[in-house]
């Protein structure tokens, strides 16, 4: 089985500090908090950036100075979000590939989302999908509900993105897919051979999930923009606390733990500079 590769999803774009008062939100907090996942076993990391204010935001330059930032402690992989926030329109969502990061996410459809729609039209996949192949940024394909998996399939079918595919099925979310163990089983079973994919549950939904994946040979992600607990109502202390418990998880169960270098060439990274 190839090692495995543990994401930490610092920040995200919903969670506030009153909720988790270890919330990652300014660049040198987010730096900080990637550093330690990146001691504690994380290869990669997924970034949501804030504006002063702690609101959401995919302004390039906010982007910008938290990828330097992170890059000066160590060599994990940084993952933008072209997420971002429900509200934020298609083209502030896509600033951050203009800085060719690694790798960033990719939505592949519309869902609700909560109380609210994350909207990704066939037009706005394609237009991202396309400026992540100019800029060299590998997809992170991002699954709220099984089609999909159909549409990123698509993108490959149209010649849009190459093959082999990397999935993030993200389950749980209010409104999209639930987190049982047979939900992931049907999107594993869904997605092309020479694929790729990691898992995030959502909440309670977390630590499970993540469990089947390490022994199923898929890949993990975990922190607070999936998860502020450590357990039933008791916080965690850091996004690292909930990245040391994957990488002893997959010690108990015999599965190392990718490096970043290991991450770069599992899932087929351009040279990393
Ligand atoms: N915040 C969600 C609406 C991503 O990062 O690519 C979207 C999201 C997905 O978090
Ligand atoms: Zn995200």
Redesign the pocket.
Known sequence: MKKLIITAALT???VTKDQQPALPVSPEEIAEAAYECYIAGASIV?I?ARDNDGNPTQDYDVYKEIKEKIEEKCNIIVQP??????WHSPEERLQPVDLKPEMA?L?CGTCN?GADV?MNSEEYIEMFARKMAENGVKPEI?VFERGMIENAKKLVKKGILDGPLHFDFVLGVPGACPGNPEDLMYMVNSIPDDSTWTVAGIGRHETPLATMAIILGGHVRVGF?DNVYYDKGVLAESNAQLVKRITRLARELGRDVATPDDARVILGLRPHA
């Open positions: 995200g774009a919903e997924h949501h979000s072209t997420g971002g926030a429900t996410t939505s989302f994350f991002e923009e």
